[in-house]
């Protein structure tokens, strides 16, 4: 009996760590399998932002008809060089492609403030390449109504408003191909 009397110091500590372990125990079995699921420590791209990592992943996606010649990503701004490879072309495919690359640009890519493009024709012979068509477009500047007026465009030029808009430069070789007067 003297020995229990001495311990009894001694079975206060190991019955309230018995009392827990049983208390987790239980908390844990009550825990259903769905919320003891694994949880990724990083979300995955969303394709929200465009990045050094996914640029050429994003460009490859894009559903264009002239080929990307080059390509950057600087701080915020996404210069392209498309190629214009193949005669004839209509200026409705060149239409398309502008506007599938402003909506990636300002609609698809929130991260996307400023899209230097330049379309250029390529002399299959030479090599050389020449300037046709070049927009600086700034997302402060943007106009969703800008890119539906550009869908519509068959075969007519380009507004004045899309011009000054979209810091259109259309130099005197684009004129005299695709411009009839």
């Known amino acids: 009996m003297k ?3 001495r311990s009894s110091g001694l079975w206060a500590p190991v019955f309230i760590t018995i009392l827990f372990l049983v208390l987790l125990t239980g908390l844990r079995s009550g825990i259903s399998s ?4 694994s949880v990724s420590a990083f979300q995955p791209h969303s394709g929200t932002e465009l990045s050094d990592e996914n640029l050429v992943d994003e460009l490859r996606a894009l559903p264009l008809n002239l080929r990307i ?3 950057d990503w600087d701080n915020g701004a996404l210069y392209l060089d498309m190629r214009i490879a193949e005669e004839p072309l209509s200026i409705e495919t060149l239409y398309k492609d502008l506007a599938t ?5 300002f609609e698809d890519k929130m991260n996307v403030n400023r899209l230097l493009l330049r379309f250029e024709a390529v002399d299959p012979w030479s090599q050389s390449r020449y300037l046709i068509l070049a927009a600086n477009a700034r997302r402060s500047e943007w ?3 800008m890119l539906e007026e550009l869908k519509q465009l068959k075969n ?6 899309l011009v000054q808009g979209l810091h259109l430069t259309l130099t005197n070789l684009w004129k005299k191909q695709f411009i009839h007067s």
């Open 3 to 5: 020995f229990f009397t």
């Open 101 to 105: 690359i402003l909506s990636f640009s």
């Open 34 to 37: 769905q919320e003891l699921r």
């Open 156 to 161: 007519e030029p380009f507004s004045e408003r």
């Open 69 to 71: 010649g080059q390509a």
């Open 143 to 145: 106009d969703h109504g």
